[in-house]
């Protein structure tokens, strides 16, 4: 049912070429095409609904069609199969499916630079090992995202442009037919560079739902990452962002309670869209050419996933665009980090001493500073030349935070200007 629209679509162009090729009247082919857009109209309105004892979709158009306009909807089938037409009809749906998703996998990147741009300089620390590590801030954080959907967004239109390249209609069941048809004519008309080039690969591929599948598994993976990091940072542990309370529920008992449920279930929901995927290469895996009912199962995996992701997108995009930062917090974590350490080494390095010997130095200081609840920026310049004469007044201007990243200039850093370039970058990307 979920087809119907490109099953009528598709039978349009086919009886326009038939009728074309003098395999059906001109007459049959006004007839067909008055009686498909009729049916059309009549699903829109709820004047008809589709029968649900049907064998398939495409049996329910054809007997509707009959029904309205006689002997001319049974000779609408001329030339084609069920086989070609399903093998058409998905295409055609997966078609706009997939624009859909990438209109709005551009949102969603559109609304995370705009967080980014305004979160370009709260300083942050990077982690590796979900341990502090060095310092970048919460926009070059937020970009990184940007950058994994970017690709998704390239996955998915790489994706359609090759479930765009050839169109099975004409196949027939899986040998053609003797019918003259013009399957360039019908390719055309339906959107595609030209027809299959294998009547048999035609009604039996599956690889654009197998690759479609993919691309959408690989988005809700980054998908689920962004969400992972999302509950970490809302969480009282880090609190390092507010989440708005339309996309948070309560617990039943514990009134101070704000769970982050969006996100979970997005988390959760990615192991599905693994398993539609996981579904559609196993169902191919064994399959002897060239169609088997088996295939069938083709729609449901495809769709779920579609499904899946779409309800995904449009959660996740409101809920960043109305996610609150709280960078005093951030820096506070930054700073109790330790993670100005490796510019204290290079400082020393930058002096002198050798890397491994400033590395030693450096770590001596930080135990030293866990010890006694210090950080590096609290040390005195005395109890800094404990450590080595090398330091001077402008040790402290090395490892202040902001100029931490600021100083860290090599390109795709986290600097103010390379996150606002990231930022530019991205968005001409989804422009060009």
């Known amino acids: ?35 498909l857009a009729s049916i ?3 699903l829109a309105s709820g004047a ?14 054809e007997q509707t069609l009959t029904a309205r306009i006689g002997d001319a909807g049974k000779r609408l089938h001329t030339g084609r199969s069920r086989n070609d037409q399903v093998a058409l009809d998905i295409r055609l749906n997966l078609r706009e499916a997939s624009l859909h998703l990438q209109g709005q996998i551009k949102e969603l990147i559109l609304t995370i630079c705009d967080q980014a741009e305004k979160s370009s300089s709260y300083v942050m620390p990077g982690y590796t090992h979900l ?41 027939g069941a899986l040998a053609g037919t003797t019918y003259p048809l013009d399957r360039f004519y019908t390719a055309q008309e339906l959107g595609f560079a030209a027809p299959c080039g294998n009547s048999i690969d035609g009604v039996s591929d599956r690889d654009f739902c197998i690759e479609l599948t993919s691309a959408m598994a690989t988005c ?61 290469l ?19 995996a495809v769709f779920d996933a579609v499904d899946t992701l779409e309800l995904c997108l449009k959660t996740i995009t409101p809920m960043l665009a109305t996610m609150t930062p709280l960078p005093a917090n951030m820096r506070r974590a930054a700073a109790k980090g330790f993670i100005n350490a490796t510019d204290c080494a290079d400082y020393l390095t930058k002096k002198g001493m050798p890397f491994r010997d400033a590395y030693k130095c450096t770590g001596t200081m930080v135990g030293a500073c866990i010890r006694a609840d210090k950080t590096l920026e609290e040390l005195t310049l005395d109890e800094f030349k404990q450590y080595s004469d090398l330091f001077e007044a402008d040790i402290y201007d090395a490892i202040d935070l902001t100029h931490c990243c600021e ?20 968005k001409s990307k989804i422009n060009c």
Request: aromatic residues 6%; glycine residues 8%; proline residues 4%.
């Open 1 to 35: 049912q979920r087809m119907i629209a490109q099953d009528m679509r598709g039978s349009g162009v086919h009886a326009a070429m038939l009728a074309k090729q003098g395999i059906i009247s001109e007459k049959d082919c006004e007839d067909i095409l008055s009686g």
């Open 40 to 42: 059309a109209d009549d």
């Open 48 to 61: 008809l609904e589709i029968d649900p004892n049907a064998e398939d979709v495409h049996t329910f158009v």
């Open 131 to 171: 341990q502090r590590a060095q310092p970048v801030t919460f926009g070059h954080q937020l970009m990184a995202y940007a950058w994994m959907l970017l690709r998704d967004l390239g996955r998915m239109q790489d994706a359609t442009a090759r479930m765009d390249a050839e169109c099975p209609l004409g196949s």
């Open 220 to 280: 809700m993976m980054h998908l689920s990452r962004l969400s992972e990091e999302i509950i970490l940072w809302c969480s009282w542990e880090f609190k390092f962002i507010e989440l708005d309370d339309a996309f948070t529920t309560g617990s039943s008992i514990m009134p101070q309670k704000k769970n982050p449920d969006v996100t979970e279930l997005i988390r959760g929901k990615t192991g599905r869209v693994y398993g539609d995927l996981n579904t559609l």
């Open 282 to 300: 196993v169902m191919m895996k064994g399959i002897p050419l060239a169609y088997d009912k088996d295939m069938q199962e083709d729609k449901e």
């Open 407 to 426: 100083g860290r200039t090599s390109y795709g850093g986290p600097t103010q200007a390379s996150v606002l370039k990231q930022i530019a970058d991205v």
